[in-house]
């Protein structure tokens, strides 16, 4: 079974970083695109990174420039480094994992999540 598990959560204030991690399975981590997606309360879903099993990575508009997706191999976790946030990015951050395109990450599995606040 597929799990993943996020922490780095927490609550900065504007301008701030913060850095997510997620651990999965080692099974999935060589042959699955990993990715980090995030919900507000009121919006939509939206995948901000990913990388897939080359290291190729890919970044949403409203978070390139400022957010880094890695991995470490050796340790089956991707990370979510997020700098200059600011309130906008505030929302329940997801790690998740797909056995296909990266574009589909949405339908993919999925950690609990871990709560990203970022106060003005």
């Known amino acids: 079974q597929v799990q993943l598990q996020e922490s780095g959560g927490g609550s900065v204030q504007s301008g701030g970083s913060l850095r997510l991690s997620c651990t999965g399975s080692?099974?999935?981590?060589?042959?699955?695109?990993m990715g980090w997606f995030r919900q507000a309360p009121g919006k939509e879903r939206e995948a901000v990174a990913t990388i897939d099993s080359d290291g190729s990575t890919s970044y949403s508009d409203s978070v390139k420039g400022r957010f880094t997706i890695s991995q470490d191999h050796a340790k089956n976790t991707t990370y979510l480094q997020m700098n200059s946030l600011t309130p906008e990015d505030t929302a329940m951050y997801y790690c998740?994992?797909?056995?296909?395109?990266?574009?589909?990450?949405?339908?993919?599995?999925r950690g609990q999540g871990t709560q990203v606040t970022v106060s003005s």
């Open positions: 998740a994992a797909v056995g296909s395109w990266c574009d589909q990450l949405l339908f993919g599995f």
């Open positions: 080692g099974y999935i981590y060589r042959n699955y695109c």
